[in-house]
């Protein structure tokens, strides 16, 4: 079964500290995405990798930054968390060999930055 | 550029009633299109998408260039359709990325 997991599902931080959010997935995709969701905004892309050590800007990458060392983890950081950034985070996968490009998403990580 | 359109952020229809979620979308190519639905507490995942011409759980959405759509239908809602959905584009061409709507969240009254 296909799975992608986040590192935990509630995150409390405060300002300026520096935040790392971990997703692993274990079907062997070469690409991978973080998103932020918030209510009336839908689904925005932070950053996406279609390769390890490789990355690329979404539409919304300001105050993140990503990083890809092994095929199966993609790490999301808050160099230094403002409240703005308080959001639902979801990390997906899709690989070249799944038919039509589905994207598997992980169940989100709740930030809230106080 | 393109753009997925979801003009209702909410919708309410009693049980047994028809179900039309609307998506517009701005795309010069031939896109690929999906469906994703969040139930309450579960993760995105995918509904539909317009090549494979099926039906999940009764719903079915048709792609219409002419009009630029790809509106998600119901004949009979049910209370466990309620969900937040979005209506997805893939801009094909060896693409990896998917621009998502806003998202519209259903609501079926029992």
């Known amino acids: 079964d296909v799975k992608v997991t986040q590192s935990s599902r509630y995150l409390v931080k405060r300002t300026g500290e520096k935040v790392f959010l971990e997703c692993v997935q274990d079907m062997d995709h070469e690409n991978m995405f973080w998103y932020r969701q918030d209510p009336g905004l839908g689904l925005r892309l932070i950053y996406f990798s279609y390769d390890v050590k490789m990355k690329e800007k979404g539409d919304i990458p300001e105050g993140y930054s990503v990083s890809r060392e092994k095929k199966e983890r993609f790490s999301l950081i808050l160099e230094s968390a403002s409240t703005n950034q308080t959001s639902m985070y979801l990390c997906?996968?899709?690989?070249?060999?799944?038919?039509?490009?589905?994207?598997?998403f992980g169940p989100g990580t709740r930030l809230t930055v106080l | 550029a393109q753009r997925v359109t979801q003009p209702e952020k909410l919708l309410s229809v009693f049980k047994g009633a028809p179900v039309e979620l609307k998506c517009n979308y701005s795309y010069s190519g031939s896109p690929e299109l999906f469906w994703y639905v969040q139930y309450s507490r579960q993760r995105l995942q995918l509904l539909l998408r317009?090549?494979s011409r099926e039906s999940i759980k009764g719903f079915t959405a048709d792609l219409n260039k002419g009009e630029t759509s790809f509106h998600l239908k119901k004949p009979f809602a049910q209370e466990e359709d309620s969900a937040m959905y979005y209506c997805a584009l893939d801009s094909g061409a060896g693409s990896y990325q998917l621009t998502f709507g806003k998202g519209t969240k259903l609501s079926v009254i029992p």
């Open positions: 997906a996968s899709s690989g070249w060999a799944v038919a039509y490009n589905e994207q598997f």
């Open positions: 317009h090549i």
